[in-house]
């Protein structure tokens, strides 16, 4: 798949209750992100090239340089601008005499004809005798599309301050509402599930809340470009051949942080039973359980030099037992589990009983998923911190997949284990009772706010780039939450199974039984927060949806 480039114009605004931008919504019937709020922008093409003899202020040499590319940085600046007008009505260009245009002038009234291709952005200031003055936007951030979205793209950001003069008015066919907010206002109405809000929006969002002015905005932009968007191919292994691995493959970010080099030195496969050093004194072994729950199979993390701590020593199988054994000399001191599904804790029992260690964890609720055997020495609760050989373990209090679930962050080196709160490549079961939609979205908010360099999951390669993961997730879920919610309004009032052929209309229905328990737990959420209720076996929407 090709991925496009593509510009984002991030109009900011000084108001009596503090810095505003503009937020699009989407259309719903758009191929990508419908009904999503973004800021104005789209994709480069060949007329953003042409526009360059208009732009002032400043060249494209340079801004190309601030943007780590070779050349066309002006372009992207140039269709950020013209999505900008084209999407929101909002034109940053100025007169001869250096005047903004304002909402008055002629230029509005060839906005469709821009918007419909027939003119191009140049043909629009040279009718007008209008210039771009492109040191009025400042290069913000850069984001590609990862794998799995129907289109790609490379985009770049960019701020500006909106011209004094103009109102913003959606176009009404891309974009169908538009509003101004703060960038606090803005992520909240994205937590509450008011508003849907894209991945790069919410980082951009995160960078904009800091600031009180547009001045101070401006000011950082200009002074701290973001540093490059990892895009370069990086070597490694594949059944020992060698393999370039893509921005956004799985074994990416482990190959990068392992391999700083570039040697082609580390695997781009989990092979269950062979280990493999993920930090300083950390090691992975994966039993050998794979599925299609478990991905590749149960990472096992093996902390410590000479005396070792083992989390999540996975199934009771003895050949992942003696393994682990043979990899620590027995010289295992404690174990600790980070939930007690049947995948992660069954083997501490083994471990317990060869090598006296102290157990961490906690118990198990009720439930057949669940391991009946764990009995726990300590139960270890949010905010604690377990001692390694390894570093310093701080204990995560993560329900929503499990209620007993915990995360634990080695604090001297940032990496977070995850056990199945985070995994890669595979959307985690929320199975309600004992899985809770609601209890799984706060505790990933409460993720964001620790020091997490790279999360270590329970299924998977080792996940740089946290922050994007865990707002990926969120944001995915939330998702799905404003379609159910959109279909319980449209069905009124309506059972579990007719309720998951319209939400989930876009998954097989062979796995719509799977589905109906992941509604079922958005449904409960969403009774949680007032905005759905039931009647027996009948759910409708409430007048707060």
């Not at 849907?196 to 002074?223: C, K, N, Q």
């Not at 599925?291 to 030099?305: A, F, K």
Request: aromatic share 6%.
């Amino acid at each position: 798949m090709d991925i496009r480039p593509a510009a984002t114009l991030v109009l900011t605004k000084d108001t009596a209750d503090g810095l505003k931008v503009l937020l699009l919504q989407r259309t719903w019937e758009a191929v990508f992100m419908p009904g999503f709020f973004v800021f104005p922008g789209g994709s480069v093409d060949d007329q953003d090239i042409k526009g360059r003899v208009h732009a002032m202020g400043r060249g494209d040499t340079d801004i190309s340089q601030t943007m780590s590319l070779d050349e066309g940085g002006a372009d992207y600046m140039l269709a950020a601008v013209r999505e900008c007008f084209e999407e929101a009505g909002i034109l940053v260009a100025q007169e001869q005499d250096d005047e903004e245009v304002t909402t008055g002038h002629p230029v509005h009234q060839d906005r469709m004809a821009l918007f419909k291709g027939e003119l191009t952005l140049s043909e629009v200031c040279q009718r007008h005798k209008l210039t771009i003055p492109l040191d009025r936007l400042a290069y913000l951030g850069h984001w590609i599309t990862p794998p799995g979205p129907p289109r790609r793209f490379d985009t770049r950001f960019f701020v500006a301050v909106a011209p004094e003069n103009q109102l913003a008015s959606h176009d009404g066919v891309e974009t169908i509402d538009h509003v101004w907010l703060s960038p606090a206002e803005a992520l909240e109405d994205h937590r509450s599930g008011r508003r849907l809000l894209g991945l790069p929006t919410i980082r951009t969002l995160r960078v904009l809340s800091d600031f009180d002015t547009t001045g101070e905005v401006m000011r950082y932009a200009h002074a701290n470009p973001p540093e490059p968007y990892p895009s370069k191919s990086w070597p490694a292994l594949k059944k020992g051949k060698p393999v370039m691995l893509e921005p956004g493959a799985p074994a990416y970010d482990e190959a990068a942080k392992l391999d700083p080099e570039g040697e082609g030195s580390t695997h781009a496969e989990i092979v269950p039973g062979e280990p493999v050093e993920v930090a300083a004194g950390v090691v992975r072994l994966t039993a050998p359980n794979p599925g299609m729950m478990t991905g590749p199979g149960t990472n096992t993390y093996v902390l410590g030099h000479k005396r070792f701590t083992v989390l999540d020593p996975g199934p009771a199988n003895p050949a992942h037992i003696e393994r682990i054994l043979e990899l620590t000399g027995g010289a295992i001191d404690q174990v600790v589990v980070t939930h007690t599904h049947q995948d992660h804790s069954p083997g501490t029992v083994a471990l317990k009983a060869r090598t006296g260690c102290r157990v961490y964890g906690q118990p198990a609720p009720a439930g057949a998923a669940q391991d009946p055997t764990f009995a726990p020495d300590e139960e270890p609760v949010h905010g604690d911190v377990i001692k390694t050989d390894a570093g310093s373990l701080k204990v995560l209090h993560t329900p929503g997949h499990a209620s007993n679930h915990l995360c634990f962050l080695l604090l001297e080196q940032e990496l977070l284990f995850s056990g199945d709160h985070v995994m890669q490549g595979s959307t985690v079961v929320i199975n309600p009772p004992d899985g809770d939609m609601k209890a799984y979205l706060e505790s990933l908010y409460d993720l964001l706010d620790e020091p997490v360099r790279y999360i270590a999951p329970a299924h998977g390669f080792l996940m740089g780039h946290p922050e994007a993961v865990i707002d990926f997730l969120i944001t995915h879920r939330l998702a799905r939450e404003h379609k159910v919610a959109r279909v319980l309004k449209s069905l009124g009032s309506t059972g579990l199974k007719e309720l998951t052929a319209e939400a989930y209309d876009d998954v097989p229905a062979a796995i719509h039984g799977v589905a109906a328990r992941s509604a079922l737990a958005h449904l409960l959420k969403l009774e949680a927060d007032g905005r759905a209720a039931r009647e027996g076996e009948a759910w409708h929407a409430t007048s707060h949806t």
